[in-house]
């Protein structure tokens, strides 16, 4: 829609309106000396986001970071708890590339000074961030034009994450349009002193940041934000009505429901969650037998897998989609559950999938859930990434069982929704 110019002319008041303006003022000052708290009145967005004022830090350059930043190791977030501090894990053996832009050439924060701009640290198997794209691209589509810019950091949790060909993928696949900055040595991520994703820090027109919040939520804070800058830098800026900022619903409200916290099925820094009396052994393939009881929160496996930090890899020989002896049964109580899978060498795997004994319908199934020539529900694992198996109609405790096709299938991490995060785009 066309921008307008507000009009900055006022109509000319009687005398006697001065005179009550006057008196309102003189009144309100008094009641404000009396009761001090009265006048603690905070806009919206320093209601919801953290207030900063430091300088933006600048984009790294190209190139490979590792040698001179052999140090560098990121938090784990807890995701349900964003922000907290969590365990160091070391960036992969290999020899990766350096950072790269994807979307636009390298930029800088000189070249954005005059924008207003959101810096959106992501990662793209992390559910907490998918469920803010739909936002940001609101956003995007509404204020770019006005001089708003968004620029994604992706730093890496899984080691497939490190990879920028599958961040490029992540990024087609979401239909994020906006400039991405691939972060694989956390350079970006260490200059703002992050610790979770998402994570967002909203820059003003003169380079300095004035807002932050981990974690999903204060959407309509964050847009307030965006619009007051934009006015700061452009006085004349005029929105147009259909712009609205509604209030936000808490989608972590009891009456949402509290679902099972992330679950790493590999040996994560001794996050794993598996039950086995086996326990985990590091880079090693041994033999499993599934436990008589398995806890919420907690998975099991049965036949031949090898423990990775990352997750748990099948080692064993081909399987049957349903009688198949070995597998991964695990216990959660959600809306929606979300998986992080991988696959061997990147050829492709099905893995079949269960739900408190059954085949799932078109009524539960996830989208990335198929159904073979008998009906049984599977998920063709084509590409490392976040599938989605379970879409429930409602929110309650289940036990799943997967049961992969044939070796090299990895399942790294369980993720969840409540009954309010299930409406955002399923991609």
Not at 113 to 138: A, H, P, S
Not at 336 to 354: D, F, K, T
Request: charged letters at 20%.
């Amino acid at each position: 829609m066309k921008l307008e110019i507000r009009n900055q002319k006022t109509k000319n008041e009687p005398a006697g309106f001065h005179l009550l303006i006057s008196t309102f003022c003189f009144l309100l000052s008094v009641i404000l000396m009396a009761f001090p708290q009265v006048g603690a009145f905070q806009a919206p967005e320093e209601q919801a986001l953290t207030p900063t004022n430091f300088r933006a830090p600048d984009f790294p350059d190209q190139g490979n970071g590792l040698a001179s930043s052999p140090s560098i190791s990121p938090p784990t977030p807890n995701r349900n708890l964003p922000g907290a501090p969590g365990v160091s894990p070391a960036l992969p053996a290999d020899n990766l590339p350096g950072s790269v832009w994807i979307n636009s050439p390298p930029l800088t924060m000189g070249q954005l000074r005059g924008k207003v701009v959101l810096i959106d640290f992501w990662e793209y198997t992390c559910i907490n961030c998918i469920r803010t794209f739909e936002q940001n691209k609101k956003w995007y589509e509404r204020y770019h034009k006005c001089g708003f810019e968004i620029i994604g950091v992706h730093d890496p949790e899984f080691d497939i994450a490190y990879h920028a060909a599958n961040v490029r993928t992540a990024v087609k696949r979401f239909g994020l349009p906006y400039p991405v900055f691939v972060d694989p040595n956390f350079r970006l991520w260490q200059a703002y002193h992050n610790d979770s994703w998402p994570s967002r820090f909203l820059v003003d027109s003169k380079g300095v940041v004035r807002f932050h919040k981990d974690g999903e939520g204060g959407d309509a804070a964050f847009e307030h934000a965006i619009q007051r800058f934009l006015l700061e830098s452009h006085p004349g800026l005029k929105f147009p009505s259909d712009y609205t900022i509604g209030p936000e619903p808490d989608a972590l409200a009891p009456s949402c429901g509290v679902p099972t916290q992330e679950m790493y099925v590999g040996h994560w820094f001794d996050r794993g969650i598996l039950s086995n009396r086996e326990g985990y052994h590091n880079g090693k393939t041994i033999r499993y037998e599934l436990p008589a009881n398995i806890n919420d929160g907690q998975a099991g496996v049965s036949g031949w897998w090898e423990t990775d930090k990352n997750g748990m890899i099948y080692r064993g020989k081909h399987n049957d989609a349903i009688t198949g002896p070995d597998r991964l049964v695990m216990r959660y109580h959600a809306r929606e559950l979300y998986a992080v899978i991988n696959v061997s060498h990147g050829r492709p795997s099905a893995v079949y999938i269960q739900q408190d004994g059954k085949d799932l319908t078109a009524a539960d199934k996830g989208v990335d859930v198929k159904f073979d020539a008998q009906s049984h529900s599977y998920v063709e694992v084509q590409e490392p990434r976040m599938y989605y198996l379970v879409q429930n109609p409602a929110f309650g405790a289940h036990t799943v069982t997967l049961t992969p096709a044939k070796p090299g299938l990895t399942i790294d991490s369980f993720t969840f929704g409540n009954d309010c995060q299930t409406r955002f785009p399923h991609l």
